[in-house]
């Protein structure tokens, strides 16, 4: 085989040293990520620069690129705390969270890529444990776990706002009392939703029995009154109009005007 010309030697050297500093030098970041640049030579990392973006970037193959998530990640945190009377609690919560963007370059140049196990779990937990010991175990077990959610939020954000993350939400998942404390509540509970149940049916009955009461009451008034109002002279026009409409009966009868009792007409039919 024929030697190259000597020319071509240098040439192709180039060409393999230039595709060797392309490769060497070329960073691509992904979606939803970001790169921090860092410069052997130029004073570390870079953060008065925004970070680099999602694409294709060359770089000095001398300097570094860290590449970060920056879209919301979720991370479920399993941790013993103790309540207010110092019972063991369970607690299973998710936090939401995200590197600031704007500042990746402080964040990676102060906390490193390792910024949730040195700065995120531990504030949460801290957070968690500062929440939780304000509560008895029954508060834990029902009606405080929205409140217990939202403190636990508010104490961790106070935690990290200079920490250059940004945190988004914290989610109690589930609050795990020991056996005993947990049967000893459900039966509590039982108890008091019993108790509401029959003090309920006690004031139903009360009503109830107020309304026959009343209606009693009515009906015996308005019978005191009838009856202070019906003289003789009354029942017997009463009495009157009543053998008028039935004498008017096409029914055979006799009717004898004042016969009756008390001089009420007396009716007399054929039977």
């Not at 294709?56 to 990640?73: S, T």
């Not at 929205?146 to 706002?161: G, K, S």
């Not at 109830?208 to 009451?217: D, G, L, M, S």
């Not at 019978?223 to 008017?248: F, M, P, V, Y």
């Amino acid at each position: 085989m024929d030697k190259l010309p000597k020319i071509a030697l240098p040439a192709l050297a180039a060409v393999i040293f230039l595709i060797i500093l392309i490769s060497k030098s070329a960073v691509t970041i992904g979606s939803g990520e970001a790169g921090v640049l860092y410069k052997t030579f130029g004073g570390g990392v870079v953060t008065d620069e925004p970070p680099l973006g999602e694409g294709f970037h060359l770089v000095a193959p001398w300097n570094r690129v860290y590449v970060y998530e920056v879209r919301q990640q979720e991370r479920l945190e399993k941790m013993n705390v103790l309540s207010s009377n110092g019972l063991d609690i369970k607690l299973e919560a998710s936090v939401w969270f995200q590197p600031k963007y704007v500042e990746l370059g402080k964040l990676h140049q102060e906390k490193s890529e390792q910024y949730i196990e040195r700065v995120l779990l531990p504030a949460i937990r801290s957070a968690a444990r500062s929440v939780v010991g304000r509560y008895t175990p029954e508060q834990l077990y029902s009606s405080k776990r929205d409140a217990i959610q939202q403190e636990i939020f508010e104490e961790t954000q106070i935690i990290v706002e200079d920490q250059y993350i940004q945190l988004n939400e914290v989610l109690v998942r589930d609050v795990t009392l020991p056996p005993t404390i947990k049967d000893a509540i459900e039966r509590k509970l039982k108890q008091e939703q019993e108790s509401l149940e029959y003090e309920f049916r006690l004031v139903t009955a009360e009503k109830e029995a107020e309304k026959v009461r009343i209606e009693a009451q009515g009906k015996a008034d308005a019978n005191r009154i009838l009856s202070a109002s019906l003289t003789d002279k009354i029942l017997q026009d009463k009495g009157i109009d009543a053998t008028l409409k039935l004498a008017e009966s096409p029914n055979a009868k006799i009717v004898v005007v004042g016969s009756g009792d008390d001089g009420l007409p007396l009716i007399l039919g054929n039977n």
